[in-house]
């Protein structure tokens, strides 16, 4: 006897009719018009089952604090800095934990599994990466929490910065961080790329750094991390995060570039929302949207994938934890607009997404966790211009989240009443 048979679902590759038979929290089975019996059986009438959404980029400790202890006036990144700086003092762990917990809550209900986020590791007294750390143990049944020590104020630039990372990396933070282009200088922000890399590589972390965000085309710390990935063997062991100057970089450099990061095998996330709200902000006219060249990126082989980055904090006032908000920007800012490059947005993602963070068992294959959302959509494209509702959520085969289908009561004159699905 199964635990759950899903049946007559759509598939993120296209099948359609499909079974999946969930058994001890994994997919035993993926086979077309399977019936067998099952503890519990779930009809997916042909919408699509998708694995559950995967943020490998953002920033837990500093969500939903919009407005504390004041709203970012110039909506610049450095005013961005300078407001954590001003909240930090005022930080306490049970109010981070209590905001960090709220944001997850939402996360599960849109369907999103797994985030990766950045701890700030600048404060000698490590109250983020402390709060962080049990933010992950409560939510561990229900969400993948992957910390990454971030030194916001720059590792060589703040006192005490190496230190402070590798005591939180002695916590049990995952990933070693870093944010090169807000060092001192462009030999420091290459000096502390080389020196994050070493110490992950010799404790065998991966590394995940905030690389290049701005609009300044000769930052390219990015070239730096691609060869000291390679240098030290961590091919597919690292990802530069943002690499928004790579937007206003010249093609001939570029076209240089970009097989570097391939054959590094660098991975590369951004972050649209972010991106195209922060960048080209000393831009008068015409203003840059300061993304990375995503489908570019994508073409020469190199791992792309799409964060959130921010919800409601110093940076940024907006957003709800849905990654399909997050791929619909993506798309929009990087023209993607073919059919192929709009299920290049949704694996940005899901399935990039979940290469980025290491995740084991992510999939809708036999073998699999049982994890995945069954979306009020019948493909990856309606999914994200719908930015469809999640009707259900489930993980390693547990229900976690439902929600309602969209529908709207029309009263239309000369056409009676009807309920219109929403698409
Ligand atoms: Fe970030």
Redesign the pocket.
């Known amino acids: 006897m199964l635990d759950l048979l899903i049946t007559n679902a759509t598939l993120p590759d296209g099948r359609t009719g499909m079974s999946i038979a969930v058994q001890g929290g994994r997919i035993a089975e993926v086979t077309a018009g399977l019936d067998a019996p099952a503890h519990e059986k779930l009809d997916a009438q042909g919408l699509l089952l998708a694995p559950h959404f995967v943020d490998p ?1 953002f ?1 837990m400790d500093a969500t939903l604090s919009y407005g504390l202890p004041r709203v970012n006036e110039s909506g610049t990144l450095l005013e961005g800095i300078a407001l954590w700086g001003e909240l930090k003092p005022l930080l306490t762990a049970d109010a981070l934990i209590e905001r960090a917990l709220a944001y997850c809550d939402w996360a599960v209900a849109k369907g999103l599994l797994a985030v990766r986020s ?1 701890v700030d590791t600048s404060d000698p007294s490590l109250l983020a990466v402390d709060a962080l750390l049990e933010v992950k143990r409560k939510v561990a049944p229900y969400l993948d929490l992957q910390l990454v020590a971030f030194p916001q104020d720059g590792v060589l630039r703040s006192h005490g910065g190496v230190e402070n990372l590798e005591r939180a990396l002695d916590k049990g933070v995952d990933v070693v961080g870093g944010i090169p282009h807000f060092e001192r200088t462009m030999a420091d922000g290459a000096a502390s790329v080389k020196l994050l890399c070493e110490i992950a590589a010799q404790r065998g972390k991966l590394v995940d750094m ?1 690389c290049d ?1 701005s609009d300044d085309p000769l930052s390219r710390h990015i070239e730096t991390l691609a060869f000291e990935a390679q240098r030290l063997g961590m091919q597919g062991r690292v990802t530069g ?2 690499c928004t100057s790579m937007h206003s970089m010249d093609n001939y450099y570029v076209s240089k570039l970009l097989p570097l990061i391939a054959q590094s095998g660098v991975a590369v996330v951004a ?1 649209p929302l ?1 991106n195209i709200t922060l960048q080209g902000r000393h831009d008068t006219y015409p203003k840059r949207r300061g993304m990375t060249r995503v489908p570019e990126l994508m073409a020469a082989g190199v791992n792309v994938a799409f ?1 959130h ?2 919800v409601m904090d110093p940076w940024y006032g907006m957003g709800s934890g849905d990654m399909l908000e997050v791929a619909h920007m993506g798309l929009h800012v990087a023209q993607m607009t073919s059919q192929a490059g709009i299920r290049q947005c949704f694996e940005a993602v899901t399935t990039h997404a979940a290469r980025v963070m290491h995740l084991q068992g992510y999939g809708i294959e036999a073998g699999c966790e049982a994890s995945f959302v069954l979306l009020q959509a019948r493909d990856p494209v309606e999914a994200i211009r719908l930015r469809a509702t999640r009707l259900k959520v489930f993980r390693k085969g547990q229900l976690l989240a439902q929600t309602p289908a969209a529908t709207a009561a029309l009263h239309l004159p000369g056409r009676g009443s009807e309920t219109a699905w929403m698409r």
């Open positions: 980029h920033h950045h905030h965000e995060s943002h972050n972010i964060g980055d921010c």
